[in-house]
């Protein structure tokens, strides 16, 4: 299973971002697919999963910013982030668990760079 993430980038206070994740297989296979992040000095914590059924789930300091969706005809995963602070700067990282397993996928990480 290979996971290509892509999107990051540097942005401004108050703007927007999208990351994208492209899995390898169809992403039905998944039991979670999603975003973690971690910040500098701090631990790798989840961010947003979209399980095979389609529910989701959001961390609380970015329920309301950020939307978790897919497109499943291209295996792909998007986090659109909105009204971003400096407190979502951190490398994120797309996550996947496949149906019946425990074992984590990741995909390399994509910096996003909230400053003015």
């Known amino acids: 299973v290979q996971l290509q993430a892509c999107g990051g980038g540097l942005v401004q206070p108050g703007g927007s971002l999208r990351l994208s994740c492209v899995a390898s297989?169809?992403?039905?296979?998944?039991?979670?697919l999603g975003w973690y992040r971690q910040a500098p000095g701090s631990e790798r914590v989840l961010v947003a999963h979209?399980?095979?059924?389609?529910?989701?789930y959001y961390a609380d300091s970015v329920k309301g910013r950020f939307t978790i969706s897919r497109e499943t005809d291209k295996n792909t995963v998007y986090l659109q982030m909105n009204n971003l602070n400096s407190e979502d700067t951190a490398v994120y990282y797309c996550?996947?668990?496949?149906?019946?397993?425990?074992?984590?996928?990741w995909g390399k990480g994509s910096l996003v760079t909230v400053s003015s």
């Open positions: 979209i399980t095979a059924s389609g529910l989701t």
């Open positions: 996550n996947g668990v496949l149906l019946g397993r425990s074992y984590n996928h």
């Open positions: 297989r169809n992403i039905f296979g998944f039991k979670t």
